[in-house]
């Protein structure tokens, strides 16, 4: 299967690039909403992440990650004293699903939300389209732009 490009958003006060750095890789958790479930799902061993903090100013691209374990059970959602509990989920049926991730890189300079927008060449990206979605497919000439305008 062929390398797919992806953006994950975090909140850099919830895991910033920074932590992601300092730990070198960790697990995606939490993620509860269906398109992004199903794209890491979706994800493989080797695809690039673009690293997004969201409810930054300006949010925006700070890194790089990769994938490094393909999706398996979030086990927070079996957990009945977790924010992420589901107590429609089972161990034989889970309904959520994580990913991990490794640190890469941090950008030499953040990629903002706002040049995001005005920029022609990024105007179908999905984070444009659909800002809200917290796991999105990046497109290669997408992702290669991004990552030049960030110094990486």
Request: charged share 35%; aromatic share 12%.
């Amino acid at each position: 299967m062929a390398k797919q490009y992806w953006l994950m958003k975090s909140e850099p006060d919830a895991y910033s690039i920074d932590d992601l750095e300092r730990d070198g890789s960790t697990h995606w958790d939490g993620v509860r909403n269906y398109k992004a479930r199903n794209n890491m799902k979706a994800m493989a061993v080797g695809d690039e992440v673009l690293y997004y903090h969201s409810n930054a100013k300006p949010p925006g691209v700070v890194g790089l990650a990769r994938v490094c374990r393909e999706a398996y059970p979030d086990h927070f959602q079996f957990d009945k004293k977790s924010k992420y509990f589901d107590a429609k989920a089972t161990e034989e049926k889970p309904r959520w699903y994580m990913v991990d991730i490794e640190f890469v890189a941090k950008a030499s300079e953040t990629v903002g939300l706002p040049e995001i927008k005005e920029d022609p060449k990024l105007a179908d990206m999905e984070l444009v389209r659909y800002g809200r979605l917290s796991v999105q497919s990046v497109k290669k000439a997408e992702f290669d732009h991004v990552k030049r305008m960030a110094g990486l």
